[in-house]
């Protein structure tokens, strides 16, 4: 085996330990965005499940060579923005 080769094989290693993290870590914040006891909690489980969807997409996108999942990602990133905005205003109307 080459340099190259044994690179892209580490490359391509460390970029699935990063996927599989990034699961357990969405799983998580799924888990506290259903029963957050607070809209407080909840809104920071959407940010983070909104922030770790778009890396696990970026990083699915390098694994698999698929360039469509970068725009899935930038469309993710858009709708988390707009939930945590609208979930921001729901908390106002209820002072």
Known sequence: MNDSGL???LTGSAITICVLALLV???LGLVRALQGPSL????AAVLLLGTGGVAFLLLLAVLWSAPA???VA???ALLAAVV???MTRQEGRRD
Do not use: G
Request: charged fraction near 20%; glycine fraction near 0%.
């Open 7 to 9: 690179v892209n094989s």
């Open 25 to 27: 870590t969405l799983m």
């Open 40 to 43: 407080e909690d909840r809104l």
């Open 69 to 71: 999942l970068i725009d």
């Open 74 to 76: 930038l469309l993710l």
């Open 84 to 86: 945590a905005a609208a």
